[in-house]
């Protein structure tokens, strides 16, 4: 029994750190209605960012989530502002442009290979003041830089939660995702917001770098592992979801946990695959997906 | 010299080249470039059915190229079934996944869509890449399937050199080309466009647009599949992770793009563009800069898009309409 809520705790611990690389994809989705294929990369990007951050000045982990996640934020702000927008204006018209998925697919080459140019192939890890230690609730063993992520995973999907809920840069969100035009109408620079989306977005892909960092590697394709399953996640949870994304990355890191026990790991990722099909066949719009979206 | 006289002169020029470059090319590196140049044109081509013309962005078409060499390979080593008829069993059975997966995803919008393609992949790649046996079928999970060497033998799809690998991808790609540009003119081209941009509206005409969708993924899986069994037999050699990986899905959508969505020509001239850069770059620069080909491909691929939305088809044909108009207009024979 105690290996079964070992690895339940455990794959609650990682799902939320998934949920936490979905969240970012998910709110981009749900504000310019395009999938960012790049997704992998920021996140890769935020790694290195706070790999480099901590291996210098050997600050707290802690430490680093103010500064890595503001930075992250300037770069996807004008990403967005001077390689993808000038796309999307080319496609107003349409409500889910495909050709700016390609362009964030071009992104993503470009920075994976520039990272592998800048840093090499080889694997880094960094040891933080909280890397390998852990704490014992009862018979589980849990160890602290993923019950960290965790913590922080949470309080970061409610923070975004609350802002898009309480303030009117969000609420200017929220108008945006639901009814361009509408909003244009009422005088929401659309534009303007997307850059927000796309800033905020990649900050939240540098929270997730700086809480990943301290238990994991990093490296120039480091973003795909968690790419692909960052987009079973939030169609899972239902694109454009806050909540959907942190409970299917939850569902999936169960999944993975839990099936690892009877199983070889690569098995599980074929598992993983086969259920996301799955839902897709019988309820493709998720938990909590919008209907117009699929 | 009239235009229709132009554009004939010059597409039998364009084939006597393509006919009569081996006569030419000596190396057969150079020949093994060209050749999976149009093993690439011709998998666009196929990509093109349902990415182009039916308005949606499959992510996942390396898929189908397993599944073709897969099928052809496995029905060769343990029955000895000739790879030419394994090849069209391959087609059928693309086809046949094709309409199962396509069945309730062409139905989703564009994100949705590529996504599914992009997870119905992976997928399988993982599954292939776990089963070593599947039933009867020996699959030899990430290994991959090495095809034993039978010497020059039509039959057995095996050839010592490298001009009938070329003569048979090219007729390969003449024939998908002909294909598309007369399913671009047909009824069913006509009803995919209609459903591609405007699916509503296609519907409240009459037109059923998911069963033509439906269509146009079962052709393009067939003819994806055919070209897997070509690669398998042009290698000799191939496993899970190089034939059903992303790289190969992801290529082929960014020829398609550059080149020119839903263009007859498209794929071609995304392939003239992007194949040799490849290639060359891989050679020359990713000793001193891993990473930088990558790198060079990427920009490239956000550049066209920023400047040239529709692809490199659009202004080339442009171009060639007003050097046609040069050409033809002088010689005072208006018809």
Not at chain 1, 58 to 63: D, E, Q, R, W
Not at chain 1, 187 to 209: E, P, R, W
Not at chain 2, 305 to 331: D, N
């Given at each position: 029994?105690?290996?079964?809520?070992?690895?339940?705790?455990?794959?609650?611990?990682?799902?939320?750190?998934?949920?936490?690389?979905?969240?970012?994809?998910?709110?981009?989705?749900?504000?310019?209605?395009?999938?960012?294929?790049?997704?992998?990369?920021?996140?890769?990007?935020?790694?290195?960012?706070?790999?480099?951050?901590?291996?210098?000045?050997?600050?707290?982990?802690?430490?680093?989530?103010?500064?890595?996640?503001?930075?992250?934020?300037?770069?996807?702000?004008?990403?967005?502002?001077?390689?993808?927008?000038?796309?999307?204006?080319?496609?107003?018209?349409?409500?889910?442009?495909?050709?700016?998925?390609?362009?964030?697919?071009?992104?993503?080459?470009?920075?994976?290979?520039?990272?592998?140019?800048?840093?090499?192939?080889?694997?880094?890890?960094?040891?933080?003041?909280?890397?390998?230690?852990?704490?014992?609730?009862?018979?589980?063993?849990?160890?602290?830089?993923?019950?960290?992520?965790?913590?922080?995973?949470?309080?970061?999907?409610?923070?975004?939660?609350?802002?898009?809920?309480?303030?009117?840069?969000?609420?200017?969100?929220?108008?945006?995702?639901?009814?361009?035009?509408?909003?244009?109408?009422?005088?929401?620079?659309?534009?303007?917001?997307?850059?927000?989306?796309?800033?905020?977005?990649?900050?939240?892909?540098?929270?997730?770098?700086?809480?990943?960092?301290?238990?994991?590697?990093?490296?120039?394709?480091?973003?795909?592992?968690?790419?692909?399953?960052?987009?079973?996640?939030?169609?899972?949870?239902?694109?454009?979801?806050?909540?959907?994304?942190?409970?299917?990355?939850?569902?999936?890191?169960?999944?993975?946990?839990?099936?690892?026990?009877?199983?070889?790991?690569?098995?599980?990722?074929?598992?993983?695959?086969?259920?996301?099909?799955?839902?897709?066949?019988?309820?493709?719009?998720?938990?909590?997906?919008?209907?117009?979206?699929? | 010299?009239t235009r229709k006289q132009l554009d004939r002169t010059l597409l039998c020029v364009g084939a006597a080249v393509a006919f009569g470059l081996p006569q030419l090319i000596d190396?057969?590196?150079?020949?093994?470039?060209?050749?999976?140049?149009?093993?690439?044109?011709?998998?666009?081509?196929?990509?093109?059915?349902?990415?182009?013309?039916?308005?949606?962005?499959?992510?996942?078409?390396?898929?189908?190229?397993?599944?073709?060499?897969?099928?052809?390979?496995?029905?060769?080593?343990?029955?000895?079934?000739?790879?030419?008829?394994?090849?069209?069993?391959?087609g059928v059975v693309a086809a046949a996944i094709g309409v199962i997966i396509g069945k309730p995803t062409l139905k989703m919008r564009g994100a949705y869509f590529a996504l599914?393609?992009?997870?119905?992949?992976?997928?399988?790649?993982?599954?292939?890449?776990?089963?070593?046996?599947?039933?009867?079928?020996?699959?030899?999970?990430?290994?991959?399937?090495?095809?034993?060497?039978?010497?020059?033998?039509?039959?057995?799809?095996?050839?010592?050199?490298?001009?009938?690998?070329?003569?048979?991808?090219?007729?390969?790609?003449?024939?998908?080309?002909?294909?598309?540009?007369?399913?671009?003119?047909?009824?069913?081209?006509?009803?995919?466009?209609?459903?591609?941009?405007?699916?509503?509206?296609?519907?409240?005409?009459?037109?059923?647009?998911?069963?033509?969708?439906?269509?146009?993924?079962?052709?393009?899986?067939?003819?994806?599949?055919?070209?897997?069994?070509?690669?398998?037999?042009?290698?000799?050699?191939?496993?899970?992770?190089?034939?059903?990986?992303?790289?190969?899905?992801?290529?082929?959508?960014?020829?398609?793009?550059?080149?020119?969505?839903?263009?007859?020509?498209?794929?071609?001239?995304?392939?003239?563009?992007?194949?040799?850069?490849?290639?060359?770059?891989?050679?020359?620069?990713?000793?001193?800069?891993?990473?930088?080909?990558?790198?060079?491909?990427?920009?490239?691929?956000?550049?066209?898009?920023l400047f040239q939305p529709k692809g490199l088809t659009a202004p080339l044909s442009r171009i060639y309409e007003r050097l046609a108009q040069a050409i033809t207009t002088p010689?005072?024979?208006?018809?």
């Amino acid at each position: 029994m105690s290996a079964l809520y070992q690895s339940l705790v455990n794959g609650t611990m990682m799902g939320a750190m998934y949920g936490l690389t979905a969240l970012g994809l998910t709110l981009i989705f749900g504000v310019m209605k395009v999938v960012n294929f790049a997704h992998g990369s920021l996140l890769m990007v935020g790694m290195f960012a706070a790999y480099w951050l901590l291996k210098i000045t050997g600050m707290h982990p802690f430490l680093a989530l103010l500064i890595v996640p503001p930075l992250l934020f300037v770069f996807g702000y004008y990403l967005q502002d001077l390689v993808i927008k000038p796309v999307f204006k080319s496609e107003r018209g349409v409500r889910e442009p495909l050709t700016v998925i390609i362009v964030t697919t071009g992104v993503w080459y470009v920075l994976d290979n520039l990272a592998l140019m800048l840093f090499g192939a080889e694997y880094r890890t960094v040891r933080t003041a909280i890397s390998g230690t852990s704490f014992s609730m009862g018979e589980v063993i849990v160890s602290w830089p993923k019950f960290a992520g965790f913590v922080v995973s949470m309080l970061t999907a409610v923070g975004l939660w609350l802002f898009m809920l309480k303030t009117r840069t969000g609420k200017a969100l929220r108008a945006t995702s639901m009814d361009r035009e509408a909003a244009n109408l009422m005088g929401i620079d659309q534009y303007k917001i997307y850059n927000v989306a796309f800033g905020l977005g990649t900050a939240i892909a540098g929270v997730a770098g700086c809480v990943i960092i301290p238990f994991y590697y990093v490296y120039p394709s480091v973003g795909v592992v968690f790419d692909i399953r960052a987009f079973i996640i939030v169609v899972l949870g239902g694109l454009g979801s806050i909540p959907g994304a942190i409970l299917g990355g939850v569902v999936i890191g169960i999944i993975e946990s839990t099936f690892a026990q009877f199983m070889t790991s690569t098995w599980t990722e074929a598992i993983i695959y086969g259920i996301f099909l799955l839902i897709l066949f019988f309820k493709p719009s998720g938990f909590f997906g919008n209907k117009q979206d699929w | 010299m009239t235009r229709k006289q132009l554009d004939r002169t010059l597409l039998c020029v364009g084939a006597a080249v393509a006919f009569g470059l081996p006569q030419l090319i000596d190396s057969p590196t150079y020949l093994q470039i060209i050749i999976l140049l149009f093993f690439y044109a011709y998998l666009t081509s196929a990509w093109n059915l349902v990415g182009g013309f039916a308005g949606v962005l499959p992510m996942g078409h390396a898929v189908f190229v397993g599944i073709g060499a897969y099928t052809s390979t496995v029905l060769f080593l343990q029955y000895n079934i000739s790879p030419w008829i394994g090849m069209l069993a391959g087609g059928v059975v693309a086809a046949a996944i094709g309409v199962i997966i396509g069945k309730p995803t062409l139905k989703m919008r564009g994100a949705y869509f590529a996504l599914c393609t992009i997870a119905f992949a992976e997928g399988l790649r993982v599954m292939i890449e776990n089963i070593d046996m599947l039933g009867p079928f020996k699959l030899n999970g990430p290994r991959g399937l090495l095809i034993p060497l039978k010497g020059d033998s039509l039959a057995a799809f095996q050839f010592m050199h490298k001009e009938p690998y070329y003569y048979i991808i090219l007729i390969m790609l003449c024939l998908v080309l002909a294909f598309t540009w007369f399913i671009s003119r047909s009824k069913i081209g006509y009803y995919l466009g209609a459903g591609g941009e405007e699916p509503e509206a296609a519907e409240s005409l009459g037109v059923n647009v998911a069963n033509y969708k439906l269509l146009a993924m079962a052709m393009s899986c067939f003819l994806t599949a055919l070209a897997g069994t070509f690669y398998a037999q042009l290698m000799l050699y191939f496993y899970p992770k190089g034939l059903l990986g992303l790289d190969l899905s992801f290529e082929i959508a960014f020829i398609a793009l550059i080149g020119g969505r839903g263009t007859i020509a498209g794929p071609v001239i995304g392939a003239l563009a992007l194949r040799p850069l490849n290639e060359f770059t891989r050679i020359y620069l990713s000793d001193q800069l891993p990473g930088l080909h990558l790198v060079i491909f990427g920009l490239i691929l956000i550049l066209v898009m920023l400047f040239q939305p529709k692809g490199l088809t659009a202004p080339l044909s442009r171009i060639y309409e007003r050097l046609a108009q040069a050409i033809t207009t002088p010689g005072g024979e208006k018809s």
